[in-house]
């Protein structure tokens, strides 16, 4: 009898250990949290467009990711791997040259591949007239370089600011602020 309950109670709580994982990875699949940044990340669900990817997104409450230094980078290789090509929120979609972060933050680092970003207006005898937005992963780990929103499908790496909810009343601040000047 006591062996008999002892393997009820083990197998109770194997079974509720699977229960928490399962609950536990249906809504955060995929999901890491970055200990420096505090800042949550995952893939977009599809390979995309550039476009298609930062839509994605933007609908899940962040932008495509900011690499703000090289130690975010670093952990980004760690946890998503230095050989698919994955989408950044890096563009000079505005303004040929000047790259912008989808989310807003200055530009405060950059990991160019060698002679990037070229800008390049062909690529593999295909035309594309340009290119102004960013992959990572290129030729060699982390490594950046500008490419055509068509040019690759790949899947973005999504980037959700721990604080983003806090954030939308400072964001209002700053406007009334910046109406008062
Ligand atoms: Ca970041
Ligand atoms: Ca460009
Ligand atoms: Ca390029």
Do not use: H
Not at 9 to 37: E, K, R
Not at 81 to 87: H, K, P, Y
Not at 105 to 129: I, M
């Amino acid at each position: 009898m006591k062996f008999i309950s002892v393997w009820q109670n083990l197998s109770v709580a194997a079974a509720t250990v699977l229960m928490s994982l399962s609950v536990g990875t249906a809504a955060q699949a995929f999901t890491f949290t970055n200990p420096t940044t505090g800042n949550q990340y995952f893939l977009t669900t599809a390979r995309s467009s550039w476009t298609e990817a930062q839509a994605e997104a933007m609908a899940a409450g962040g932008n495509l990711v900011t690499i703000n230094d090289a130690e975010e980078q670093k952990w980004l290789l760690d946890v998503f791997g230095g050989t698919e090509l994955f989408w950044l929120g890096l563009t000079d979609e505005q303004m040929e040259g000047v790259w912008k972060w989808s989310n807003g933050d200055n530009v405060t680092y950059t990991n160019w591949t060698p002679n990037e970003p070229n800008n390049a207006l062909s690529y593999a005898g295909q035309y594309f007239g340009g290119e102004n937005y960013v992959v990572m992963n290129w030729q060699s780990n982390g490594k950046w370089n500008d490419v055509a929103n068509t040019f690759v499908k790949s899947r973005g790496i999504v980037e959700i600011v721990k604080n983003y909810i806090d954030k939308i009343p400072n964001i209002f601040e700053q406007k009334n602020e910046r109406a008062c000047q």
